[in-house]
């Protein structure tokens, strides 16, 4: 109401319609009905309003043009010199549960964007008002005859209405990979740099972001996230997803795990990963899958860690974390480990690569015995296990585990025996080495991580599979009496 009683008060008359006719009517603040504009009643339930020469000649004409002011006044029609519209609800309709197909076309809006359209192609002499935050400022810019933050407000028009096309289109295309792949995102943040200090960045949000994700986390304390910190973070909850039903504590550095622990109580899964790599979870970014309670915190408390991330906190746990005024604590909507396909975007120059998530997750019934020597239950479970993580870690990817508890990661490596080298060497300081296992996230060309693994105490080996010489790995695992199964799917992660 301000708004509109502020454009009285600098002398426009205001046509309106429907609901916002009626507000303005109660509040005491006079306009015109937009059809004694037109001299044609709203119909098809109000479908078509403004879409009439009366309204769009007013906002197109060209206030430089001789003939198009001769026009308006042969037609008896008056220039239009602001338009402001706020559209229909659209993304807010989608987000509704069990909304339908019906529900969510109505709330597109035709007449609105193209009369803002019309404005912003024309903002040498008319504003376009789309962004009820730009009232105040808009009222201050009319009294200066601000053409520059007309032509500003033009364009953020065409970035409003392109963002609100871009969300029609994603909500009516089946295709995910359509001839024309158009998104859009709404700045969350401005970031102070991005990965490195010279760099500039900020982070948006997508409109239909799932709950579970770092988008929609809440920050209860500590510095803002910085870049490295979101695509940290947001490793650390997609590697969470993977254990819904135990105890589970993911600690990330550099987007790969450094360890991950799992146990009866939230505080043991802490200990475990913790224990996995007690040097390179110093700086890192932890998720935990229960609420943190005061005997984690206290760990917690003990390290540098640059962020954590829980679902919830008790009192006491949240007081102790808070001591540290620059740790970032958050908590989060569990991530949910689904088969419903989710798509990640990842851009190169001059383009975008779109693909599936690999949400793939293997069960026993997707392993094949390949060797003489079959594993045990206990060795199945500990090879699901570190199947799981190994999805996570950049390729080559090694991971050694056991008992719900990495012991060693290789990643990133150049070639594959340079991934198991650092793994192992990593995997044996750990008193719970014996007996433990190891996952590849894709085949063994050679036998000679086999070979360096069963020298080293690998006991079972997980890996996809597929190489022409698969029968030369599998020789090398007979030869040495160790277990080796294959999924037939291959996890790269680059």
């Not at 200066?144 to 009516?172: C, G, M, N, P, S």
């Not at 798509?343 to 949400?359: P, R």
């Amino acid at each position: 109401m301000e708004f509109a009683q502020g454009l009285i008060d600098q002398g426009f008359m205001l046509i309106t319609t429907g609901g916002t006719r009626q507000a303005l009517t109660a509040a005491g603040v006079p306009s015109t009905e937009v059809s004694d504009v037109t001299g044609f009643p709203e119909m098809l339930d109000g479908r078509v309003k403004t879409l009439h020469p009366a309204v769009h000649a007013g906002i197109l004409a060209r206030r430089d043009l001789p003939s198009h002011m001769q026009a308006l006044a042969h037609h008896h029609l008056a220039p239009i010199d602001l338009v402001c519209i706020n559209l229909y609800p659209f993304a807010d309709t989608i987000k509704k549960p069990n909304v339908t197909r019906a529900e969510a076309i109505e709330q597109i809006d035709i007449g609105g964007p193209t009369a803002l359209r019309a404005a912003a192609k024309n903002s040498d002499s008319v504003w376009a008002v789309v962004d009820p935050a730009d009232y105040d400022t808009v009222l201050t810019a009319l009294a200066e005859d601000d053409t520059d933050y007309r032509r500003a407000l033009a364009a953020k028009v065409f970035r409003t209405t392109t963002a609100y096309d871009a969300q029609i289109a994603h909500y009516l295309t089946a295709d995910p990979f359509p001839e024309q792949f158009t998104t859009t995102y709404t700045k969350k943040q401005s970031l102070r740099y991005g990965e490195n200090s010279h760099q500039k960045a900020a982070f948006y949000a997508a409109p239909d972001a799932p709950a579970d994700s770092l988008v929609n986390a809440r920050q209860l304390h500590g510095k803002e996230l910085s870049y490295n910190n979101i695509k940290d973070a947001d490793a650390a909850l997609r590697m969470l997803a993977e254990y819904p039903d135990e105890p589970t504590v993911v600690a990330v550095k550099h987007m790969n795990p450094c360890g991950i622990g799992q146990g009866t109580t939230i505080e043991e899964a802490w200990d475990r990963a913790y224990a996995a790599d007690s040097m390179s979870i110093f700086g890192g970014i932890i998720a935990l899958n229960r609420p943190v309670d005061a005997a984690t915190a206290e760990k917690m408390h003990k390290l540098f860690l640059e962020i954590i991330m829980a679902p919830a906190y008790d009192d006491d746990a949240l007081r102790i974390l808070e001591k540290k005024k620059n740790v970032r604590v958050l908590t989060i909507n569990l991530p949910e480990h689904t088969a419903t396909p989710r798509y990640e975007t990842v851009s190169v120059t001059g383009g975008l690569l779109v693909q599936e998530s690999d949400n793939r997750l293997e069960d026993a019934d997707d392993l094949t015995v390949v060797t003489e020597t079959t594993p045990t239950d206990a060795q199945i479970a500990d090879l699901l296990f570190a199947q799981s993580v190994v999805k996570h870690v950049k390729s080559n990817a090694i991971v050694v585990a056991k008992k719900g508890q990495t012991l060693g990661i290789g990643a990133g490596q150049m070639n594959r025996i340079g991934s198991v080298v650092i793994a192992l060497e990593e995997a044996q300081q750990n008193e719970q080495f014996a007996g433990a296992v190891l996952a590849s996230d894709a085949f063994f060309p050679m036998e000679d991580c086999v070979d360096y693994a069963a020298k080293h105490g690998i006991r079972a080996i997980i890996q996809p599979g597929g190489s022409i010489r698969d029968k030369d790995s599998v020789a090398k695992a007979n030869e040495y009496g160790i277990a080796m199964v294959t999924t037939g799917v291959r996890h790269f992660r680059h």
